[in-house]
């Protein structure tokens, strides 16, 4: 019984199914990966923002894919929320 049903399953007549289905996942996680932005990226866009001042932390707050990503960045001597919005570009920056 076991058998039979594996059989089926590794078939010829379901394999091109199962090869489509991993094909569109793997393109999907592609071109999630690739489009998206990248945290890497936005945090060295960050330590390139504030330059000389030493950062102690790095905390993201909020996240709205394609729209814009909520960072909060403590230094030695204030605290700032940023906002980031795609491009890498600041769109709001206050202190808290």
């Known amino acids: 019984m076991l058998g039979t049903s594996l059989e089926h ?8 199914f199962y090869i489509i289905v991993v094909a569109v996942l793997l393109v999907a996680n592609i071109i999630k990966n690739k489009f998206g932005e990248v945290r890497e990226d936005q945090i060295k866009k960050l330590h390139k923002i504030y330059g000389k001042q030493n950062i102690k932390e790095i905390e993201m707050i909020d996240r709205s894919p394609r729209e814009y990503t909520k960072f ?21 920056r206050f202190e808290v």
């Open 72 to 92: 909060m960045v403590r230094t030695l001597t204030n605290t700032e929320i940023i906002t980031m919005v795609p491009g890498y570009k600041i769109k709001e």
């Open 9 to 16: 399953l590794i078939s010829l007549d379901i394999l091109p």
